[in-house]
């Protein structure tokens, strides 16, 4: 999608300053181009619609907020995230000192993820090539707590459609819902895409076998848990050594 968007040429206006949004081809004397990417480490996978940003600023002044050259905005799709556009140079002279932030906000327009350092911008030079640009998450972790995840497969083997198989994720450390047969509980460490949980605890209800032995699968799975992720889906996934995991919705 982000490849057919900048392949055609595309006009904003910011009042007398024009962004033309395609990749530049060869740099025009009185144009400067600034082109690069935004990504991230993590394995965490962007909401459906989310919205890039590239924003330009005038930082001359140290004294006063930074004021706004021209706004990018692009559909976000995955990372990385490609971006290239011209400015008239005309416009933004030669002598400011210029910086660029880059974004990535959800459907509601909320920030999800932001450069954190200054990234400036040599405005007497006609390509900027700026390379990747490493964001990171503004709220910390995916919104994987206070609500409740159904279990819908187990190491690739599917779940018994009659046995509810749930996780929740309490946002204060604490992990807990029914393995189909018992209930449970344990503890939890998040950060960044990294996920541990600690001993769990259950029920000790008679089961009939085959629920036993897929709720036995479900706590040696979540042992082992490493990491997670958001699917473009929205399903979460819970993936330790060995390819072994979890996959709640």
């Given amino acids: 999608m982000i490849g057919n968007l900048v392949s055609k040429p595309l006009i904003w206006q910011f009042g007398a300053l024009f962004i033309t949004v395609a990749p530049p081809l060869s740099a025009e004397p009185d144009m400067i181009t600034i082109s690069g990417s935004l990504e991230y480490r993590e394995r965490i996978a962007l909401p459906p619609e989310s919205m890039a940003r590239i924003t330009l600023i005038d930082a001359s002044r140290m004294d006063v907020g930074a004021t706004r050259l021209a706004l990018l905005?692009?559909?976000?799709?995955?990372?990385?995230?490609?971006?290239?556009?011209?400015?008239?140079?005309?416009?933004?002279?030669?002598?400011?000192?210029?910086?660029?932030?880059?974004?990535?906000?959800?459907?509601?327009?909320?920030?999800?993820?932001?450069?954190?350092?200054?990234?400036?911008?040599?405005?007497?030079?006609?390509?900027?090539?700026?390379?990747?640009?490493?964001?990171?998450?503004?709220?910390?972790?995916?919104?994987?707590?206070?609500?409740?995840?159904?279990?819908?497969?187990?190491?690739?083997?599917?779940?018994?459609?009659?046995?509810?198989?749930?996780?929740?994720?309490?946002?204060?450390?604490?992990?807990?819902?029914?393995?189909?047969?018992?209930?449970?509980?344990?503890?939890?460490?998040?950060?960044?895409d990294k996920l541990s949980l600690g001993p769990v605890a259950s029920t000790r209800k008679a089961c009939v076998p085959a629920l036993g032995d897929q709720e036995a699968n479900l706590f040696a799975v979540l042992k082992h848990v490493e990491r997670f992720e958001i699917s473009p889906t929205g399903a979460l996934i819970l993936s330790g050594p060995g390819g072994r995991s979890i996959t709640a919705r």
């Fill in 73 to 192: 905005e692009i559909p976000a799709g995955q990372v990385p995230v490609p971006f290239a556009f011209s400015l008239r140079r005309e416009m933004i002279g030669t002598d400011r000192m210029l910086a660029l932030r880059g974004t990535i906000h959800a459907p509601d327009g909320a920030l999800i993820w932001t450069t954190t350092e200054t990234i400036p911008v040599d405005p007497a030079l006609q390509e900027v090539k700026l390379g990747r640009l490493l964001l990171s998450q503004v709220s910390g972790t995916p919104e994987i707590t206070g609500r409740e995840w159904l279990v819908e497969d187990i190491d690739g083997k599917g779940v018994i459609d009659n046995a509810r198989t749930t996780l929740t994720f309490d946002g204060e450390g604490r992990v807990y819902g029914s393995g189909g047969c018992n209930t449970y509980t344990g503890s939890y460490e998040i950060g960044g």
